[in-house]
């Protein structure tokens, strides 16, 4: 079965501030691994998508890593502003699935 | 462009009282179609999956029900609402068969069971 985690739980950074959010999941065996942001009361967003084959993505100051053997992947993001603010989720497809397996997300506070 | 659409965005709901929320996708053809439920602190629960029209896959075992009467509507039904079915509901779709594909969410029905 897989397991995602995410960590840190909740992070607070000053406007400005470059941060990095973390996700872990248990079986490298994966398509591919999506990054979502979810505002409160909100539906998800997909930020960046890496597909298996795939080291990293980018999408203006998010950069996305994967590296599947350790089963781990990284959001990076650049110059953090207060509109930043967020919960920002992974999700891994696993390999022979259809469907994706969550972490619990990171709850990203940017204050001005 | 491809849009979804779900309602009600919010909805109370009496114990024992039925269910029914609906959801449905533009812009697109023979979707995959998703229903998710998100309950504080425990994350986003996949609850039931549909590759094609009649075709539904349940992932947690309870009280819900899916059913796909069109290629794009996916609806979310209960007979009898219980306590623990509040929490925020999801419906999703990605593109059939292309693994690689993104996954699409729709706004969200909030609904609180009391």
């Known amino acids: 079965k897989q397991e995602v985690t995410q960590i840190p739980a909740a992070l607070s950074v000053p406007e400005g501030e470059n941060l990095v959010l973390n996700c872990s999941f248990t079986?490298?065996?994966?398509?591919?691994l999506q990054w979502f942001r979810q505002d409160p009361g909100k539906g998800l967003t997909s930020l960046l998508l890496?597909?298996?084959?795939?080291r990293e993505q980018t999408s203006g100051r998010l950069n996305a890593s994967l590296d599947k053997s350790s089963g781990r992947s990284t959001l990076y993001i650049a110059a953090s502003q207060p509109g930043d603010s967020a919960t920002y989720l992974c999700?891994?497809?696993?390999?022979?699935?259809?469907?994706?397996?969550f972490g619990k997300g990171t709850m990203l506070l940017v204050s001005p | 462009s491809q849009t979804i659409h779900q309602w009600p965005a919010t909805l109370v709901q009496p114990v024992g009282s039925p269910l029914s929320l609906e959801c449905t996708v533009e812009?697109?053809?023979?979707?995959?179609l998703y229903w998710y439920r998100q309950a504080a602190g425990r994350g986003l629960q996949l609850l039931f999956y549909?590759?094609?029209?009649?075709?539904i896959s349940s992932e947690v075992p309870q009280n819900l029900s899916a059913s796909r009467p069109q290629d794009r509507q996916f609806i979310l039904s209960s007979k009898k609402l219980l306590l623990s079915d509040s929490g925020f509901y999801l419906c999703?779709?990605?593109?059939?068969?292309?693994?690689?594909?993104?996954?699409?969410f729709g706004s969200g029905t909030q609904l609180s069971v009391l």
């Open positions: 079986d490298s065996a994966i398509y591919n």
């Open positions: 549909s590759v094609g029209i009649g075709q």
């Open positions: 890496i597909q298996s084959s795939q």
């Open positions: 812009g697109t053809s023979n979707p995959n």
């Open positions: 999700a891994v497809r696993r390999s022979g699935y259809s469907t994706l397996t």
């Open positions: 999703a779709w990605s593109a059939l068969g292309a693994t690689n594909e993104k996954l699409f």
